[in-house]
């Protein structure tokens, strides 16, 4: 079974402060996995996702994840928080198609001027 | 141009009562989700239509039921209202079947609030 584990369901940083949210993964193959964010009263949309090219992967509004397969993990990191980056924030994962995606429990970021 | 767009964006309602909410993407995509959003923003996958045709079916009531009646559009239909069907409910769609590296686009949300 496949799932994603986002410790941290609120994080604080100061404008300015490197953001990072932390996500791990179990799957039993190596899976595709996705960062999303959500915008208050709005839909989810895609930050970045890993495919396998590429373990280090930029995304929009500049905002990378590293896949480490050693630790499971799937962090984002921006080396500077903008008060425009509150938001929530999902991991997922799925594996081939026809397979689900299961997202993460959110993890929600305040940003303090 | 809305690319998954829903309706309606509020719904609120008495338990027992019947609804419906209404998803479209016009962005020829082949595969189509709803999702539940309860309020400490979990979310959960409740239905996949792939080309019209049902490929994920989780643990759903069956009070639930979605209708593909092209592949444009997925709209789904809660009979019997309850307390605990407050949520925001969520459209999204993706390229190809579900899973695999496909991005899916969301819709902006049916906030249902059953009183």
């Known amino acids: 079974a496949q799932s994603v584990t986002q410790l941290g369901s609120h994080v604080s940083v100061s404008e300015g402060a490197l953001v990072l949210l932390r996500c791990n993964y179990s799957?039993?193959?190596?899976?595709?996995l996705f960062w999303y964010v959500q915008y208050p009263n709005q839909g989810l949309q895609l930050l970045l996702k890993?495919?396998?090219?590429?373990?280090l992967v930029k995304g929009i509004n500049g905002f990378e994840a590293e896949f480490k397969k050693s630790e499971t993990s799937f962090h984002l990191t921006k080396p500077s928080a903008h008060m425009s980056d509150a938001a929530e924030y999902f991991c997922?994962?799925?594996?081939?198609?026809?397979?689900?995606?299961?997202f993460g429990t959110g993890t929600s970021l305040t940003v303090i001027p | 141009d809305t690319a998954v767009s829903q309706t309606p964006k509020y719904l609120v309602t008495q338990m027992g009562n019947d609804k419906s909410i209404k998803c479209e993407q016009n962005?020829?995509?082949?595969?189509m989700y709803w999702y539940k959003q309860d309020s400490k923003k979990f979310l959960k996958i409740m239905f996949s239509?792939?080309?019209?045709?049902?490929?994920i079916n989780e643990t759903v009531p069956n009070r639930f039921s979605p209708k593909s009646p092209d592949k444009a559009h997925l709209n789904l239909h809660i009979n019997s209202l309850e307390l605990g069907d407050s949520a925001v409910y969520f459209c999204?769609?993706?390229?190809?079947?579900?899973?695999?590296?496909?991005?899916?686009?969301f819709g902006p949300g049916t906030r249902l609030t059953v009183l």
């Open positions: 999204a769609s993706s390229p190809g079947l579900a899973g695999g590296i496909d991005t899916q686009y």
């Open positions: 799957s039993s193959v190596p899976p595709y």
């Open positions: 239509y792939n080309n019209k045709e049902l490929i």
């Open positions: 962005l020829g995509h082949d595969t």
């Open positions: 890993y495919t396998s090219a590429a373990t």
């Open positions: 997922a994962v799925t594996k081939e198609p026809g397979n689900q995606f299961y």
